[in-house]
């Protein structure tokens, strides 16, 4: 599967963007988003699946996470971004278990990355 994601850019603190996810094919149980900030480790940020949303506690309640199964398309809108949100942010599909859903090991495929800058 491909995995398109688009939507980065540069904004100032307390913006919003919306980052776009679009992929080949919809056979997955799991579509979300994973961000890694410079120097850091990848992070899991927010996933659906089976008409649920799960969210890392640092974008909960900012970042909302949805899914348009028509269009083959993820999204994730962000607001009241912080400079500590500045990462490149990857798409990501799998069917990962319980234990798995928030781990990078839990999504076989990853789209190639999409980069957001947030000033301070």
């Known amino acids: 599967v491909q995995?398109?994601?688009s939507g980065g850019g540069l904004v100032q603190a307390g913006g919003s963007l919306r980052l776009t996810c679009v992929a080949s094919e919809r056979t997955f149980r799991s579509y979300g988003w994973?961000?890694?900030a410079p120097g850091k480790e990848r992070e899991f940020v927010?996933?659906?699946?089976?008409?649920?949303?799960?969210?890392?506690?640092?974008?909960?309640?900012?970042?909302?996470?949805?899914?348009?199964n028509a269009r083959n398309t993820l999204y994730l809108e962000m607001h009241t971004l912080k400079p500590e949100d500045t990462a490149v942010y990857f798409c990501v599909a799998g069917n990962p278990?319980?234990?798995?859903?928030?781990?990078?090991?839990?999504?076989?495929?990853w789209g190639q990355g999409t980069l957001v800058t947030v000033s301070s």
């Open 97 to 109: 278990i319980l234990t798995t859903r928030r781990a990078s090991e839990g999504y076989r495929h």
């Open 34 to 36: 994973f961000r890694q």
């Open 3 to 5: 995995l398109q994601a």
């Open 46 to 68: 927010a996933a659906v699946f089976s008409g649920n949303r799960i969210y890392s506690e640092s974008v909960k309640d900012r970042f909302t996470i949805s899914r348009d």
